[in-house]
């Protein structure tokens, strides 16, 4: 039970990796607060928790937006006067070439993958005690990638640096910040990837489970991973390690 007592927010909440992840938490004692964009899924993930005999509450929030990030905090904090881990997994995606793109929709995909990390980092990390633990959701598109996804990939890598200059700023209070960068992971993200759909992104290697994913995020939020900080975890089954 490594969450017991503790108060988790994950963003994403609603589907696939944030989901398992929520569900893992509680699983292990945790108070989760579900953020997602759409409140009904993050709703359905607080009644497969209650049903199960754990705790958790629906919040809505775009998370690309301060105002959102605040709210959410500010919902965890109804419950206790500390947040002990908060999941970034929330993240989208866009499919146009980089000169074609609009300016706003670049901008867009920065705000709610990279944007949302300073946002929780800013408003979440002076309400979280020694021990606490954030951890970051990536990708396998920070090492290699594919066409028209730039805005994705310059997202995910930003968030691997976010993640070690923050974890250096956050030592000495005790608080840990890592990453997670997953490979192909069967959840609607993937399968909606119109270049996985044509074949242009190539799904070598085996396709994990969510629940795959949400081992690694609740190791690196637990104190099993006290003595692992800035660190990104590649968690892909082998994926980026195959020469081709
Ligand atoms: N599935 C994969 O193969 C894969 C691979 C690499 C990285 N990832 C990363 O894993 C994370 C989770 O992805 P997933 O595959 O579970 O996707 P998913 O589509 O199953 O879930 C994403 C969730 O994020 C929510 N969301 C989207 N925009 C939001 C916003 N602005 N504010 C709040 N919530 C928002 C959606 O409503 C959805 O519930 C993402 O960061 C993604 O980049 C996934």
Known sequence: MRFSGKTCIVTGGGSGIGRATCLQMAAEGGYVVVADLDLASAQATVDS???AGGTAVAAQADVGSSAAVQSVVQKALEHGAAIHAIVNDAAMMTFTPIVDIAEADFFKV???NLGSVFFFAKYGTPHMPTGSAIVNVSSVHAFATTPNVVPYASSKGGIE???RGFAIE???RGIRVNAVAPGSVDT???WNNPNVKSGVEKLSGP???PEDLAAAICFLASDDARFVNGATLL????RLAALR
């Open 49 to 51: 928790i209650t049903g």
């Open 110 to 112: 920065l705000s709610v």
């Open 161 to 163: 640096a976010f993640t």
């Open 170 to 172: 956050m030592q000495s």
């Open 188 to 190: 609607p993200m993937l």
């Open 207 to 209: 396709i994990g489970k």
């Open 235 to 238: 968690v892909d089954g082998g």
